[in-house]
């Protein structure tokens, strides 16, 4: 019998025979949903300078279960572009790629080029950018606040840094917004190996990774390097632990995911927090990893998932209301359906023996009570799972409004 589970993970098999697949040592994949499909590309853009860095974009289809290739729907060019971010908000997936110049030396006259996709009619239109465009060293996250999108983080051949770059869609043209000029100032934003953007009340909000630059320093989760849009600098917000239980904080990691949503009751938005590893061995050991045995090797992974509030910054550890990861897990994606519904994708589960196992699993679980049709979507393909395979005849026998179905499933 069918039962309503919230705040349970459950894993999406799938009848394709192609799918994206995890590979151990690169860069995981980045996933983006709505409340019917899962879209999926790799992060790992960079092989080289002189190679392509287009990625392949996949899109898992919930009622179908099935995985499929979109690259080729949207014709992205092959000569030498690479990708700057790729960006999806409602029905658009915007993949923004750069000229790339030969060599390290940053180019004035490279282009900047958008393909914004309709997800829903998979047509595309091109848009060129100008101005004062970013050219990183490796691909940014992106975050869009009104007609602009900004990004932060590396922007030349000197390493990271904490400049923040905006494009105007309306015109087209980039703007570098804010340049950090000392890096060690109480209001600049520690560079990171790796970073996630949230926004949020004119806020812009930073996690980062493992300081690779000046050691293995984990990242805490007490307090967050975050950019103030209206006041044009960088500064450093302190959150709150969750009283009711210990620790009050996430403990310090790497290689864990941060996704956000906006809460359909409150408009109040979240952060929501899973994963990681702790790899203190290397504090002592540093290079000679390779040296050493498994045992030597102390991993600290976890499965744990937590929320914060932006509007209260107060952590609250979901384990309480009975959700945590089916595995422990590091460098895996996650990402929030319109819906509420919290998926997870890859990419290294740790087993019993503390080894790690390379995965391209997909598992979701609801973090709130949808809408009854939510609800009773679920319950009909849990009676009906080959649903999606029946004829129309064979649908409105059953009771269900064609149109209604197709909207479900399209």
Known sequence: MYTFKPLVFTEHSSSSVTRPEEIRDHHPFIIHCDDKNVYAHNGDFLES?????????WVYNLARQQWRLIRDEINLPNDGDFILSIFFESNHLYIFTIKRPYGYNVNPNRTCRIYIYD????SVVIRETSGQIPYPLLPLEMIRHGNYFYIVGITDDLGESSNVY???MENGIWEAFYTCEELDNEYSSIPRSRYTL?????IIYKFGDNLQVLGFDLYSFVSISAFDLEKC?????????????IPQYPTKREKYSVTSYTDPVTGEINVIM????????RDAYDHFEDTLLPEQKFVVAYNDVWRLNLTSLKWTCLDKFGIVLPHCVENHSMAISPAGKLFT????????RNQRITTSSLHS???????????CWEAIFYYYPNLKSMTDKEITSLGIPLKLFKSRID
């Not at 899973?274 to 061995?281: E, F, L, P």
């Open 198 to 202: 949230v926004y949020g009340n004119n």
């Open 166 to 168: 905006r494009l105007n």
């Open 365 to 375: 679980a609801w973090l709130r009570i949808p809408k009854l049709t939510d609800i």
């Open 119 to 122: 997800l829903n009619t998979k």
């Open 49 to 57: 300078l002189t190679q392509t860095g287009i990625p392949n974009i």
């Open 345 to 352: 994708f890859g990419k290294s589960i740790f087993n019993d």
């Open 274 to 281: 899973s994963g990681g590893a702790d790899y203190s061995w």
């Open 233 to 245: 600098r960088w500064k450093i917000v302190d959150t709150h632990g969750d009283e009711n239980h």
